[in-house]
């Protein structure tokens, strides 16, 4: 089968804050295709960063969807404030959810789609039973909580196998990959079965973003499995 066409998700933890709305209208004019946004609770992950709030005010400045990640102990508090925030697709941690099928049913219900994700070191078993009900599965190539991190390697092999999951489910989930991607590494993250590049530093640290989204776009072409 031929896959989609690759999406590119600029992730705004590394955009300027203090003018974010500029940030993000500069990629969604510059070809972006999603929206990425961060949630860290300072408890799950070393890191604070936003609320609903934030995404409520990203949702008056772009129509790109916005892909949230809850990187929180207690995702499941917050689902309905994050869907009537303007979320598009809300992705949960394996980790942090111990009733998961009563997570992602929850989040389908606010008519949002539903992410299911993983830590590097978790195993790529955890996500046999919850594919069927999942829109999107997310492979994190970094241990969460920072941006600009470098690629974990072995993450090729485990974004292989989880291809090979869904495709053998003949699953509609996305498969996207977050976490030190960049134009040196884009086209074996793609090669290996990703749908969507979520990536922060690699575009945001640019000194064109039309420039880099193009590239991470064309240099991990759609390939044929």
């Given at each position: 089968?031929?896959?989609?066409?690759?999406?590119?998700?600029?992730?705004?933890?590394?955009?300027?804050?203090?003018?974010?709305?500029e940030?993000?209208?500069?990629?969604?004019?510059?070809?972006?295709?999603?929206?990425?946004?961060?949630v860290?609770?300072?408890h799950?992950?070393?890191?604070?960063?936003?609320?609903p709030?934030?995404v409520?005010?990203?949702?008056?400045?772009?129509?790109?969807p916005?892909?949230?990640?809850?990187?929180m102990?207690?995702?499941?508090?917050?689902?309905?404030e994050?869907?009537?925030?303007g979320?598009?697709?809300?992705?949960?941690?394996v980790?942090?959810?111990?009733?998961?099928?009563?997570?992602?049913?929850?989040?389908?219900e606010?008519?949002?789609?539903?992410?299911v994700?993983?830590?590097?070191a978790?195993s790529?078993?955890?996500?046999?039973?919850?594919?069927?009900?999942?829109?999107?599965?997310l492979?994190?190539?970094?241990?969460?909580?920072?941006?600009?991190?470098?690629?974990?390697e072995?993450?090729?092999?485990?974004?292989?196998?989880?291809?090979?999951?869904?495709?053998?489910?003949?699953?509609?989930?996305l498969?996207?990959?977050?976490?030190?991607?960049?134009?040196?590494?884009?086209?074996?993250?793609?090669?290996?079965g990703a749908?969507?590049?979520?990536a922060?530093?690699?575009i945001?640290?640019?000194?064109?973003?039309a420039?880099?989204i193009?590239q991470l776009?064309?240099?991990?072409q759609?390939v044929?499995v």
């Amino acid at each position: 089968m031929t896959r989609s066409e690759l999406l590119i998700a600029p992730s705004v933890l590394s955009a300027d804050f203090g003018r974010l709305a500029e940030a993000v209208q500069q990629v969604e004019a510059a070809g972006a295709d999603w929206i990425h946004v961060d949630v860290m609770d300072g408890h799950f992950v070393p890191n604070l960063t936003v609320g609903p709030p934030m995404v409520e005010a990203l949702r008056k400045v772009t129509k790109l969807p916005l892909d949230v990640h809850l990187m929180m102990t207690n995702p499941d508090s917050f689902i309905e404030e994050f869907a009537e925030a303007g979320a598009n697709y809300l992705t949960v941690h394996v980790e942090a959810c111990p009733h998961l099928h009563r997570t992602v049913q929850s989040i389908k219900e606010r008519h949002v789609k539903a992410g299911v994700t993983l830590n590097p070191a978790t195993s790529a078993t955890t996500l046999e039973e919850i594919l069927p009900e999942a829109d999107l599965i997310l492979i994190m190539s970094v241990n969460p909580g920072f941006g600009g991190q470098s690629f974990i390697e072995t993450s090729f092999q485990k974004i292989a196998r989880v291809r090979h999951m869904i495709d053998q489910a003949k699953s509609r989930a996305l498969l996207e990959v977050d976490g030190g991607v960049n134009l040196e590494n884009a086209s074996r993250v793609v090669k290996a079965g990703a749908d969507v590049l979520v990536a922060g530093s690699a575009i945001f640290n640019s000194a064109d973003f039309a420039q880099t989204i193009h590239q991470l776009r064309t240099s991990s072409q759609t390939v044929t499995v």
